[in-house]
């Protein structure tokens, strides 16, 4: 018989003990409201709010269809929106997919968020809104962001879809901006298989997202334009059953960073630990030498079936259907440098131990 070693990838979804997960599918069986906001979305929101210490909370599709029922919600229908090119693609595409216009600004050499002090010379009469994203769940500059953003009246959205139980300066990461947005796909930090959820400031604008994610009526009464941002009562089962486990996941996440940590600190860059910032662990990102270097360390890993990610690149700035090119040389060198490290809950210390001295070995040679 031969062994047929098992692919590690940048990361597996959290599965919660099956007969947990179908004691809430039994509700959902026996409520027979599979969706349109039934009692388990309900409750995941309430749990979803105590948990991460925020006071609302719109659980929706998936996170990028939040990102776009927040543009619409704050009223955000033409003009240029400054965003990160450092980002997963649907930060940009949302934008894009509303008929809007990204506007990059370059980002910080040490955490990889948008550089505040770059923003206010991208600032035109065509400026509506500000969109950065808390990479990897670094905290964005969110009081050089506001003050930008009261100087020109502009709004904040934070794609927070990263941050999920990260806190900055006592408050969750989730809490900054007219609206964060987060994302709970299957391979984020907690997931519903998918999902999404807006987090958002202003009272009307609460009730309006409300209605937006429901085609913008309530019974026969047609008030706006909407779409479909509803999420079901199976999903929430999921969401449900996974977070009595946020702890033990957060802290074998925390386990795995630190063991990198140990191995890698003399021979990668690490992003910069920052003040006032209570990390979620969510991505083990490093940055190599040169793109030679990263793609000689991806060919050896690869050769014991481990499989670390490109996150992110390329560099959102250089994507073939913007086609006005912006330069981005900070995001633009990072991206060809920077690799997510296998990170996930179920991955055990000694593989991690195998990887970190494999990139050792592999760099030092
Ligand atoms: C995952 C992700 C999204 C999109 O979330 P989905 O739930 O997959 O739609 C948006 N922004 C960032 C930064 C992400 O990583």
Not at 146 to 170: C, E, M, P, T, W
Request: charged share 25%; glycine share 4%; net charge negative.
């Amino acid at each position: 018989m031969t062994l047929t070693k098992e692919k590690v990838f940048v990361t597996k979804s959290f599965m919660p003990p099956l007969n947990e997960y179908m004691q809430y599918v039994e509700k959902v069986f026996n409520n027979a409201q599979l969706t349109n906001g039934g009692p388990l979305v309900k409750e995941l929101e309430a749990k979803l709010i105590d948990y991460l210490g925020i006071d609302n909370i719109q659980y929706v599709t998936n996170g990028t269809i939040a990102l776009q029922l927040a543009l619409r919600a704050l009223d955000i229908e033409e003009g240029e929106v400054i965003t990160t090119p450092f980002t997963y693609v649907a930060t940009t595409s949302a934008i894009l997919w509303e008929k809007l216009k990204p506007v990059y600004v370059d980002i910080e050499p040490d955490n990889f968020t948008i550089d505040p002090n770059k923003i206010e010379e991208k600032i035109t009469p065509k400026t509506c809104a500000i969109m950065p994203v808390h990479v990897f769940g670094y905290a964005c500059d969110v009081d050089k962001i506001q003050k930008i953003a009261d100087k020109y009246n502009l709004k904040v959205i934070y794609d927070a879809a990263h941050s999920f139980g990260a806190r900055y300066k006592g408050k969750s990461l989730a809490s900054y901006g007219d609206i964060s947005t987060l994302s709970f796909h299957a391979t984020k930090l907690f997931h519903t298989v998918e999902g999404g959820a807006c987090i958002i400031k202003d009272e009307i604008v609460k009730k309006e997202l409300d209605l937006l994610k429901r085609f913008g009526h309530n019974g026969d009464e047609h008030f706006c334009l909407g779409i479909n941002g509803k999420q079901s009562e199976i999903h929430a089962a999921m969401g449900l059953s996974i977070l009595p486990y946020m702890n033990e996941i957060l802290e074998k996440r925390r386990r795995i960073c630190k063991l990198y940590d140990e191995l890698l600190k003399d021979v990668v860059q690490l992003p910069d630990k920052q003040k006032d910032h209570e990390h979620n662990y969510a991505y083990y990102p490093v940055v190599f030498k040169s793109e030679e270097e990263l793609i000689r360390v991806f060919e050896v890993l690869k050769q014991d079936e481990i499989y670390p990610r490109r996150y992110f690149y390329p560099s959102l700035n250089k994507l073939p259907y913007i086609l006005e090119y912006t330069p981005c040389p900070i995001s633009e060198d990072i991206s060809k440098r920077i690799a997510c490290l296998p990170l996930y809950p179920a991955l055990d210390l000694e593989t991690v131990e195998k990887i970190g001295k494999t990139i050792r070995n592999c760099i030092l040679g």
